[in-house]
């Protein structure tokens, strides 16, 4: 059995990749640990789109520089039309698309790790152009990018992974 905090701490940011394809069986085992995520009311308005062939990830890439070489990427985003809507928030109506897409991102870059796979969890792209380019509908809110793959030589953790702030300094007792 994993150790799942030795996971946590182990996996990082790749942002360089070679160009080997993830193999079909892991890829669907990445996206089985998106789809049996926890969602607000169990609406699971989670939307994946599976980048992977060429002319997908050039796309991708000609929106963002932040592919960093990856074979295949997995554009994360939520149905609007699905996701539970929070009308005792402070924001009437807020909903949690966005938060459940993100519990879905994390559970999928773990299970990636875990298979010894790389990823990146990527927002600095032209959401506006990615949406025109796949041709998404209006319904369809994006929440990420996560190009995935199998790290390079180059594809370390950066110098900052191992700097966390110490608990006391980020948790709160009441």
């Not at 985003?77 to 991102?105: T, Y």
Request: proline content about 6%; overall charge neutral.
């Amino acid at each position: 059995m994993t150790d799942f905090l030795k996971l946590c701490k182990e996996r990082y940011s790749v942002r360089s990749f070679t160009d080997r394809k993830i193999e079909p069986e892991k890829l669907q085992k990445i996206l089985e640990a998106g789809r049996v995520a926890p969602t607000a009311v169990n609406f699971q308005p989670q939307v994946i789109y599976v980048l992977q062939s060429p002319d997908a990830v050039s796309k991708m890439a000609s929106v963002t520089p932040y592919m960093f070489g990856a074979p295949q990427a997995l554009l994360v985003c939520w149905d609007e039309n699905i996701c539970w809507k929070n009308h005792r928030h402070e924001e009437d109506g807020h909903s949690a698309g966005e938060m459940d897409a993100s519990i879905v991102l994390t559970q999928m870059m773990l299970q990636a790790q875990e298979l010894g796979i790389g990823s990146c969890w990527v927002c600095s792209f032209d959401f506006k152009k990615t949406r025109e380019l796949f041709n998404l509908p209006d319904n369809i809110k994006i929440a990420a990018l996560m190009p995935i793959g199998y790290a390079s030589a180059q594809g370390v953790p950066s110098d900052r992974h191992e700097k966390r702030k110490p608990l006391d300094e980020t948790v709160r007792y009441l």
